[in-house]
């Protein structure tokens, strides 16, 4: 059943999770102030699934598609417009990241053997049905890194199983960065990498209340709350937190895996990709914010576009950068392919590609904001001014840029750039895109370890073979993958791809 | 009735036109060695066709996909794939383009007064019927750029109806860069810019036979036949030609447009559409054909690319820049819709951006596969020294990488990746990327003429109102254009989003 | 006499502005919190040219290089190494604007009929005899940007001479965006822009001390002071303000320019290309800060640079940047010419293309900044659970990254790249660093200004004409600037080439 | 004593050097028409050499400025200067590789026991006092990579002293990438790489006359030699060669290495150094070049470059990245240091960065030459219609651009942006350009190896230490490099800084 953001927020005073934030307590995470933006981000995508006019986007079937597995292409197509739809709204709406890690879960379990998946899927159904909202931690302390799990010296710098008891498992370690963390039902523990058998006790993965005993949260204030320059941020924000847990009891029917270390590396890389996919839509959605903020800022300057062909180039290389990663969000969705759990999974080059597209040029769209709307934006009176009679009137009379825009009006629009750049919102952004979901080198290695570039040698040595060479060049690569079936890879309805038609050929 | 490559070849024979190359006449087509990698390129677009295997891709019922017109987001998709894949083969298919003219036109026709449209159809018959070859003449020799058609001081400077007579048109002037011109069966003449009323003679859209009286064309071989170095372009390559159109006859069935002025700019810019998406899967066949020979030459240099990470990230660079270009034909095709004409036309957004992103990476991709294959590219021994006999037993000794790479596989992909990046062949290949279908100059303009500001500034605009500012903000922004309903940033209310239509039309 | 930093504090209070911050009037500005990192960073250059190992930096004879008119190459070379040495430590120095503006204002007064240039000396005596901090107020309200000054709706858009008296002049109007107003002694008038004859009330430049009767300040907190998480910016940082002069009254001796329009491009112009070489080194000081920092950050995470080539590639990237944008102030320093009045002016184009540079790859260093730092940066706990006992002991033990290396130093490490890069200051400095000084594209036409196109285009056509072509290509451009005596491409007859001056002038 | 270019080319008469070209032995080099480009761009630096006008850039008292090693700041940036200048006439004189070596080798000679310093002054006496043109045989065959030069199983994929004689020693192996080397009077034998002691016999340095007993070059051709389309490198070109070396005999007067493998470093890195300096020049000047042809180009097609704000944007990116580099060359050149032999060595980051930058951007200088020339510079008719009656009178007519510029000009200028950027020519620059002087990723290492990290990290730390963290953050990092005293972050105690230094020797 659909909560509405208003049932949402009610639903959280029913969980009393142990939360600190700026070093104190949290009394009730639904009313505190330091927190409000990031309610209001995640209260917004309750809101948004029970309008009917966004129902396609926002919803498959009965249940809201920040929660959904994507079962079809055209799944993949619509969150990554639902995600945009909401982010556009808030920034970042926070709860999709649990949908991207359901679909982990749900194909690694289909391959691991016990009943793992008869557990997930009942509590897949109970998350649906109630509408909850699930934090995603995964980011272990880690420790010395260069050492395994198994090898560290402090035994908690990674979430561990300390414990197994006939009636579940108990837990002890932290996990960092955890977005939305104090405003959420749940959260579900994940592993953040690969592992070997020595590591079996770190291979966990399992579902608990956000205030579960022995959970602890310390967390920093979402977006900027209370500061009157904080035009968006004041509104809509994020809170990340860490999770110290001691001694969390976990009972059976919400653990998903336990010692099954083989199943990691899949967990953790089917996860990197389904939410880089979304990350994309994620931070379009954020430049979407960008363009218009942009655009609004040169009018308020009194400046026609069209008649500053360096400022319109600006403009123009902001919607280059996010339309540009977009697409390939567009592409790994187009290109998803159905596994054997029948979740349809993002094409991972593509997805990856537009993920590390984001994460490095997330500078340029500041850059680009910046350059469009001028240096005033750092350099204006502050709000404290606002109302300051000895000074407001004459500020406003000197500063207003065209007499058909009121000074308030650019400087509202100024703070707003301001805040969605230059500010500790605006530096969040940036760090987030560039590491959130991966830092760009890993998404290098997926991109370089899935792409078919042995298939691109064949290509090449097939027409030097055919060509001029003769039998000069024959087959001297080795370790070469097989062609996927993907990338440059035929749409509906080729029912024998291409590339792999092509590669039966010639066995 | 589809043909095969060598009936493809034999009909050439049928037409006698006036061709000269580097000075000297040409006497048939099919046999001018300096022609041949361009009818090699062509020929391999018939033959691909009656494959089966590549049906999906290479046939639209009974006509060749290069010649046809999208009826659908899938027919977009396909096309894509099936010029990828010929332009792997080949570095440029050059077939392709009558496609995109043909889209345009028959869009055009469609809101023209008058049996234009019937006319047309009737042409586009024809060519399927007979699965001609059709070259584009557009790009008029433009003579003063300050100034319109009309009004230059030299009458031919752009393509002129010299005379209008009962039976046809009289025409006069010359076109120039047209791809695969001499071993064409037709050329379709077409506006290259948008026209005023006083241009109205210089509006005009038609086809003539490559061998109609009074056309001459002035060409340059196609790739490098006949060099021994040429591992690639020895083989497939492409010849332009300038047209000279001295009183050529063309009659009323062939004629598209005669002097209907407003017509110029529509089929301009949809045929720059439909082309620009097209390009983007013509360059990304060139790309994959980088990334195989960057693969192998490393390998044939004697390194593992996973031990030197500068060469892997460039290698990761190469693979990022060819699909992130790619995945924009992807989204363009995905986010087309369909015209009055029952055209599907690419987004426009995502296939300038798609265009603009390789128009100018183009070079990057030579950068990358020279940072890969190393300085020796252009240094070793060329040809002439291969079967020396005072040097190549010793060259072939001391020059080998690795003991199980012969020295003449090293040096025969060196050759490759000279061939195509580091030759006259590569010089064209950057220039024409850069400039074909139009200049980068010209694609920003396109993207900014069709993306939607103003449903950004409304966005922004919303924002500030609903939060802090009230009524400090309100509708500042002018001339903003309607949101589209699709992709970026639909807002509510949406009223028959694209996506959504795609899925109920599958379900 | 050289004051100390001590000094400089209590000068200050020989000072009463009418100063506002945050809505409220400033009562001493040495003893305000929100403004004391700006008094601190001012306070250094005090303190650093009294050290006898800086003389040779920090001094010019008696005078403090921040002051100094550069009467050589060598000067200019000592200014860059003295301003990159004060911002390493202070992020920004603020106090050598007003040698820049100096250097400008000696030049174009030296030009001037009447008694300027004399007046000029005498002020710049007094300023070094009493060793004051002087703030550069430029940039004006500007009110509808494509009016000029004289035609704007609202007289006071620009500051103007609103009454020309027997013993001066009285000035009306704001200038906005000054760099540390509040605890400077006097503020420097200048023009900011190109006039013509209808603009010359507005062709003012003039010095006024900061408790000028009828001047208001309207400022914002320098730096961060006071937040705990503020490692640099707690410390130092910069103030900026709106200066609003309501008949301020100038007694001529310190009036340099007033009603002189043909002069104001001069000075503007001049000022620009002295300030934008100074803001080269500033920003590298800045940039070795972000060095130091990143570098220290890979260390506090356990990481070795030298085993993970990302982070080394990145590393160098870095220092790739800072050190390629200093080198044009170097290379600007070395070609800088001597003027009428005995000013060394550095090189235009060599200090546009540094400025340029940096201005646009700011974001980039934050960029690298993150890369090497882990997303991490902007996701610990904050100071404020430093100390909280229910937390601080278990967070210091899980998110230890190696056992030599405490959390709290890791955790301070990471403060202070957020506190560069990612906070309020962080976006300060990027948006300051973009359009500071001009914005790019006042860069780029400077560039294109003085760049010497014509002589390159001699060389090209010389080549042509000696060459193949003989008399085909021959004196074919127009409106060609002379060449350049310098660098770029000086073609025979050298009349005085300056490299070979320099060589001279040693010998 | 100087030659002049004329008694150059006769001085290669006197020389039988045995070389290959296209698989056949050339007779006489000095009238070999394939070579011919390649003279002609060395008797260029004889001429110039010659001309009062230029002494002062092209001699160092009786010495070609090609041939001396730096003895002062002055020296470098006047050699900077004139490498600059030679290469803007020739795009690559090839004469000045040799005093880069004489460099490096009169400082590792200086430093080594025996008498190869003195054997060394009398050989530079001797090529000083015949006024020698040079080559440099570096590059070994190499074999497996992954192998040092002892291990390879083919002993002569290093160039080894295969016997030492009473008299001298003898050589076997080859070299590759010999700049000029067919039209040279000597060869200098260098290693390319440190070594250990196993490879003693690999490590030799010393000078060989071109036409020694059992040398062989194989050779290409020197540009587009007898190319009617190629305006510039028909006549100035490069040729590289291969040398294979069997059973040469060298006396010892003229070895300055034979064993002393631990120098080999020095020389190698030194070199490198020394070259990658002189390397910006050379690529400066071709940038010259490309400035030049770029604007001729864009008036030839009519276009106001000011009213197209997109080709003025071109234009100063053209120049904003010759400029960037060649400063760093600048800057190298002012913070060079004397060694213990009295030569003045380029600072070695600055160095490498100007390499690093020209070796990455020479692809967007092709770029923006492409972009400012249009699409036409590879579309135009070749020269073989330039003179066919049939087509000329009409194409000269129809392609003009504007009356007053005749087809002719036009189809020349584009012709020399082909032949530059867009032909074999233009990809060898390319590459050359990139791996020419070590690869990137060997200028990066050079960077991070010379960089004073530590002394930034110093900074920073003290930074912590003096503001809020007291005793948190205390040296932390571990193998730093001491502070270099210049320019990056010469922090106190400043021993002896070099810039102070400059500023004393002068006073």
Known sequence: MLMSGADYRESLRRFAPRVYLNGAAVDAVADEPLLAPGVN???????????????????????????????????????????????????????????????????????????????????????????????????????????????????????????????????????????GAPYMHHLLIMPCRNMI????????????????????????????????????????????????????????????????????????YTYATHHRHTCIAARAGFGDLLIGAGALMTEA??????????????????IKIVEGFYACGVAASVYGSRDAAGVVVPDTVFANIGKLLLATQIYDLHRLAHHVSGGLVVALPGPGEDHNPATAGRLSDLLAARSDIPYEKRIAVARLVEDLTASSQGGWYSVISLHGGGSP????????????????????????????????VRKITKNRQPGRCCVQGCMVPLPDPKVIALQKKKA
């Open 197 to 268: 058998e020595a590591d079996r006790d770190y291979a966990v993965c399992c579902a608990v209340p956000i205030d579960a005993q022995g959970l602890t949260l310390v967390t920093r204030p979402a977006g900027r709350p209370g500061e009157a320059a904080a035009k968006f941020s004041g509104r809509y924000g994020q809170s990340t937190a860490v999770a110290i847990l001691e001694d969390v009891f976990v009972p059976w029917e919400r653990v998903f895996l336990a010692g099954e270390w083989q199943h990691c590396a899949a967990i953790t």
């Open 441 to 472: 080198e890993a998404m290098k290695m997926e991109i370089w370890r899935n792409y078919p570039v042995g298939s691109k040698v064949d290509l090449v040595e097939r027409l030097l073979e055919r060509g001029v060479l003769a039998d000069e």
């Open 41 to 179: 981000a995640v209260a917004l995508t309750y809101d948004y699934a029970l309008r009917e006019d966004l129902a396609p986007l926002m919803r498959v079937g009965d249940v809201n598609r920040m929660l959904a597995v994507p079962r079809s292409n055209d799944d993949l197509l619509n969150k990554l417009e639902a995600v945009r739809l909401v982010c556009q709204q808030t920034g970042c709406a926070q709860r999709y990241l649990v949908g991207d890690a359901f679909s982990a879960i749900a194909s690694a379990t289909h391959d691991m053997e016990g009943d793992y998946h008869e557990r997930f899927k009942n509590y897949l159904k109970q998350v649906h049905d109630e509408d909850l909202a699930v934090g995603i931690a995964m980011t272990d302390g880690k420790g010395d890194r260069s050492l395994r799990p198994h090898a560290q010296a402090n035994r908690d710098a990674y979430v561990r199983i300390a414990e197994r008891r006939k009636d579940g498992i108990v837990l002890r370690g932290a996990k960092a960065i955890i977005t």
């Open 301 to 318: 300057n009194g400046i026609e576009v069209d008649e500053a062909p360096n400022l319109r180039e600006a403009m123009i290389d902001l």
